[in-house]
C-alpha cells in the first residue's frame, strides 16, 4: 500500500515533498537529491517534464526512488500522451511497486525548450482520473476491456485556489474529486486568507471529508523570487506583504527569512479544518526541507 495513503488514514498531518528529474540519464543525480528527504517525508513527487523542459522521465525516476527505500508520487501530465501512452503508464507504475500518481494537465510546451512540440492533450486532466479510477476500482480500461490485473494506485489531482474566478474553484475541485481523486496537492500558498477561504467552501461542500487536501508550499530565497512569481507565473498570488517582508530583511538574512515563512505557513495549515498535509516545493532546494519539517514540528514522520 502507498505510504501516503496509510498516513492520512491514520489521521497523521503528512508531509510530502517535490524532487524535479535531472535533465540527463544520471540515475545518481536523482538519489543525490533524495537523500535530504529521507526520512522526512511520507511521499517524494516526480515532477513530469516540468515547465515543459525535457528532462529523465518521472516513471524512470520514481522507479529509482522505489528501490531507494522511497514513497515517489508519480506525475504524470496530459500534455505528452495519449489515452493509450497514459494506462499503459499507469499499469507500469503498478507493476513496478509506484502506488501513488497525481494527474494534470501540464504546462504549456509553448513555454518550454520545445515549443515547437505538438501538444496531445487526448484527455484533460479530470477524464485521466476518470480513468485511473476505472483501472483501479472496476478492472476496465477506457472502451470496457478488461484487465487481467487492475492497477494498486492511489490517485491524486492538483488544484488552484488562487486562480479566477474564486467561487469557480471549489467547484472544479469537486469535479476531480467526484471522478475519483483520493488526495488533491494545492498551488502554493502565500496568500492564507484566500487559500482559507477556498477551503471553507470546499469544506461546506462536504469535499473535505471526500479526499485529503495538502497544503503546497515553497520556500522563497529572495525578493526578486516573489517578485517573478507574482508577475509571470500564472495562477500565482503572492501578496505585497510576503515581498515587502522578504524586502525588509538583509540580503543574507533572506533565505532565512523565506523558510520561516514557509513553517508559518505549514503551522496554520495544521490548524486548518480540513487541511490534512503540507506539500513541500523547494524547486532545486532540497536539503532545506528537512530544516522546515523539523521546525514545523512533524519530526518524526510516522513508520
Excluded at 2 to 14: D, P, Q
Excluded at 171 to 179: D, F, G, P, Y
Excluded at 246 to 260: A, F, L, N, S, T
Aim: glycine share 10%.
Amino acid at each position: 500500500m502507498s505510504n501516503l495513503k496509510k498516513v492520512l488514514e491514520i489521521g497523521k498531518f503528512a508531509v510530502t515533498a517535490e524532487c524535479g528529474p535531472p535533465k540527463g540519464a544520471d540515475p545518481e543525480s536523482v538519489l543525490k537529491k533524495a537523500k535530504f528527504l529521507k526520512n522526512k517525508v511520507d511521499a517524494v513527487n516526480v515532477t513530469d517534464n516540468q515547465t515543459a523542459i525535457v528532462r529523465m522521465s518521472s516513471l524512470a525516476a520514481c522507479s529509482l526512488l522505489k528501490t531507494g527505500g522511497f514513497d515517489p508520487v508519480l506525475q504524470m501530465v496530459v500534455r505528452d500522451r495519449n489515452r493509450i501512452a497514459l494506462q499503459s503508464d499507469i499499469l507500469g507504475a503498478s507493476a513496478l511497486g509506484i502506488r501513488n500518481v497525481l494527474c494534470l494537465s501540464g504546462d504549456h510546451q509553448i513555454f518550454g525548450n520545445q515549443p515547437q512540440a505538438m501538444g496531445v492533450f487526448d484527455l484533460d486532466s479530470i477524464q485521466f482520473v476518470q480513468a485511473v479510477k476505472a483501472m483501479r476500482d472496476n478492472g476496465t480500461i477506457l472502451g470496457g476491456d478488461a484487465l487481467n490485473m487492475p492497477p494498486d494506485i492511489f490517485i491524486g489531482a492538483a488544484a488552484n485556489p488562487f486562480a479566477d474566478p474564486l467561487e469557480f474553484r471549489a467547484v472544479r475541485l469537486s469535479k476531480k474529486i467526484m471522478a475519483g481523486a483520493d488526495f488533491i496537492q494545492t498551488q502554493c500558498i502565500y496568500n492564507l486568507k484566500r487559500f482559507e477561504t477556498w477551503i471553507n467552501m470546499a469544506r461546506d461542500r462536504g469535499l473535505t471529508e471526500k479526499a485529503f487536501i495538502l497544503g503546497g508550499v515553497t520556500p522563497l530565497k529572495s525578493p526578486g523570487m516573489a517578485k517573478y512569481m507574482k508577475n509571470k507565473v500564472a495562477g500565482m498570488d503572492v501578496p505585497d506583504g510576503v515581498i515587502k517582508r522578504m524586502d525588509g530583511v538583509p540580503r543574507d538574512k533572506q533565505r532565512e527569512e523565506g523558510i520561516r515563512i514557509c513553517v508559518e505557513t505549514i503551522e496554520r495549515l495544521k490548524e486548518t479544518p480540513g487541511g490534512k498535509g503540507g506539500h513541500i516545493m523547494a524547486i532545486e532546494w532540497e536539503e532545506v526541507v528537512g530544516e522546515i519539517v523539523e521546525r514545523a514540528g512533524l519530526l518524526p514522520r510516522p513508520v
